[in-house]
């Protein structure tokens, strides 16, 4: 008896201190959410009239809010911050288009290091950071990947004739056809995920890429907006938002059910100031929309471009009741914190902009410890950073703009008056801040070289839109569509294995089916928007490819959808690129690419 008695007792802490051991280390799921040109007054609970909400409010109101948070000025830079920890001029990321939205191969992803924590990780929807190995989120540490193409539906890379219904997307690099609205579909696919990890720790990026343009919605939603005091694109604009809301109350509601929304780090924000939330109609002398009284919108450098919501929850950790933390934060201190507040193992060899604020989420700290702290943000958009351009310096209290305007944001949230000459000492300190900044930003100033002939990607698909170039880049399918030409731009890749590559360029991309001269809406498409005007076809001839300054001709293909040439390479660096010439005999580039090692 004496015996039974002592194996139950032995028995019973053993299962009590097993169970403890396991809570201890049991680590929290992550889920980020993170809409696309919506800014921070384009919703209800930031003071907005007109736009409904709800769901999202009341994740505001269960929230740690980050009030004065800031990321990028455009999509790209903010989302290879958030990725790495580090702003978008260190990493190759400065701009949207023209092979400067390429996240480095050297660097580290949040979903790199989650990934060696033992985390399941899945991207969703909007990635933007490259379309070719080795810049797809496959390549980038998700295990999982289910994403549009380019910068958004509808743009040159993206599966040809997307229009965020019914479209085809990429998983993990294969194409796939999926039915519903395209928001509707990201969520869909984020309960499949959250279903088939339940059981162990998962790290999604759901990164939606509405209410970004072009504003397409179910008529339900627009219906909703129907008789607001708005401007119709605005109200397409805002049934989008409101899409997305009911999304993130199901998704919410859905954790609930499987017992996982006590231990998940739920974050919401977005990639940029709004696009659409405020509208000035010039003839009218008459703003429509609401921006909560920031001065600027997406791309600017004043907090309207850059100063977006930032909501928190975790029931297992942050109380409930909601609490403002207004003390400077920004897109690059995500993966720290997440590393932070995980328990994660990771040292960061590059130098980061971001840091940890998991002392400020969970009321560790006083805001005075980080209220002295300096942050840039800029916006370059260019081939190669220059310094100065566009530049904020940020502290808690100030805003240093282009290094000679300063505005008090506690007094002044709108930036309208310029105290610059009454506080020349703050302007020295951020000004010799900046300037250390940009010094330590220079040494990583480097193009991220696409892969030719990689056993990841062969062949690898390219499209102008990352091509380097100084003229207007068609980034568009509707330019693409129009014919609008351009004549100077190259790649600019590395050869991974030497010997004979297939070079296919084409007007369309493959899946189109479409011939050179195919008729689009019927009217004949081509290489000058002028001859589309006129309703007159013009042939594309002498088909070339150029690699590093040596031309090689290309055949046209017998369906006359593609031309082609075989060329040795070497392993190595090399520049290229692919034109035919007009009726005018003008030169212009091709817009889709395929190249394959044979």
């Known amino acids: 008896m004496k015996v039974r008695t002592l194996l139950s007792v032995f028995f019973v802490a053993i299962t009590f201190f097993g169970c403890q051991s396991k809570k201890k280390i049991e680590k929290p799921n992550v889920i980020l959410i993170v809409t696309d040109d919506q800014g921070y007054g384009d919703l209800a609970c930031h003071g907005n009239p007109i736009i409904k909400t709800p769901n999202i409010d009341k994740l505001h109101s269960e929230s740690v809010r980050l009030t004065n948070f800031h990321t990028g000025t455009t999509c790209t830079p903010t989302r290879a911050g958030l990725m790495t920890g580090r702003n978008s001029n260190r990493n190759g990321t400065w701009h949207t288009i023209g092979g400067c939205s390429l996240l480095n191969e050297k660097e580290t992803t949040v979903a790199d290091v989650f990934s060696e924590n033992g985390y399941t990780t899945a991207m969703l929807g909007k990635w933007h950071l490259g379309d070719m190995y080795p810049f797809r989120p496959q390549d980038r540490g998700f295990q999982t990947a289910f994403y549009n193409g380019g910068g958004g539906v509808g743009q040159t890379p993206d599966y040809w004739n997307n229009d965020y219904f019914d479209d085809t997307y990429f998983r993990n690099g294969k194409p796939e056809k999926v039915e519903g609205f395209c928001t509707d579909v990201w969520f869909k696919e984020a309960k499949k995920f959250v279903d088939a990890n339940q059981d162990k720790p998962f790290l999604l990026y759901l990164s939606l890429n509405a209410p970004h343009g072009p504003y397409n919605v179910p008529e339900q939603y627009y219906k909703m907006y129907e008789n607001a005091d708005l401007k119709p694109h605005q109200k397409r604009f805002?049934?989008?938002?409101?899409?997305?809301?009911?999304?993130?109350?199901?998704?919410?509601?859905?954790?609930?059910?499987?017992?996982?929304?006590?231990?998940?780090?739920?974050?919401?924000?977005?990639?940029?100031?709004t696009s659409a939330g405020l509208a000035y109609d010039k003839k009218a002398n008459k703003t429509y929309g609401y921006n909560a009284g920031m001065r600027g919108t997406k791309g600017s450098h004043y907090d309207g471009g850059h100063r977006v919501p930032f909501f928190i929850s975790w029931p297992n950790s942050i109380p409930k009741e909601g609490r403002d933390i207004n003390s400077l934060t920004a897109h690059v201190d995500l993966l720290p914190t997440l590393v932070d507040l995980c328990g994660l193992k990771h040292t960061f060899q590059s130098e980061m902009d971001g840091q940890s604020i998991k002392s400020l989420i969970l009321n560790e700290s006083t805001k005075t410890d980080f209220d002295k702290r300096m942050l840039v943000t800029d916006t370059q958009r260019i081939k190669w950073p220059k310094k100065g351009r566009n530049s904020c310096v940020m502290t808690t209290r100030w805003r240093l703009i282009d290094g000679v305007e300063l505005y008090d944001i506690n007094d002044d949230p709108g930036q309208k008056v310029n105290v610059a000459n009454a506080y020349p000492d703050v302007v020295t300190e951020m000004n010799a801040f900046y300037d250390k900044w940009w010094l330590s930003t220079e040494k990583d100033f480097e193009f991220s070289l696409m892969k030719i002939g990689s056993d990841h990607e062969n062949p690898i698909h390219l499209t102008c839109h990352d091509m380097h170039s100084d003229q207007n880049i068609p980034w568009n399918q509707n330019y693409i569509r129009k014919g609008n030409a351009f004549n100077k731009g190259e790649f600019f890749t590395e050869v991974v294995k030497a010997g004979k590559y297939k070079f296919s360029i084409s007007r369309y991309p493959e899946e189109s089916n479409l011939e050179m001269d195919a008729e689009i809406d019927g009217v004949k498409a081509t290489s000058h928007t002028e001859m589309i005007e006129k309703g007159k076809s013009l042939k594309l001839k002498n088909p070339m490819i150029v690699v590093d300054g040596k031309e090689y001709k290309c055949t046209f293909t017998k369906d006359n959808k593609a031309a082609e040439v075989e060329i040795e390479l070497v392993a190595g660096k090399m520049n290229f690129y692919g034109t035919f010439t007009n009726d005018k005999g003008e030169q212009e580039m091709a817009y889709y690419f395929l190249v394959e090692r044979l």
């Open 238 to 273: 805002y049934g989008m938002i409101s899409n997305i809301d009911e999304r993130v109350g199901e998704l919410r509601e859905y954790l609930k059910e499987k017992g996982l929304s006590e231990n998940t780090i739920l974050i919401f924000m977005t990639d940029n100031g």
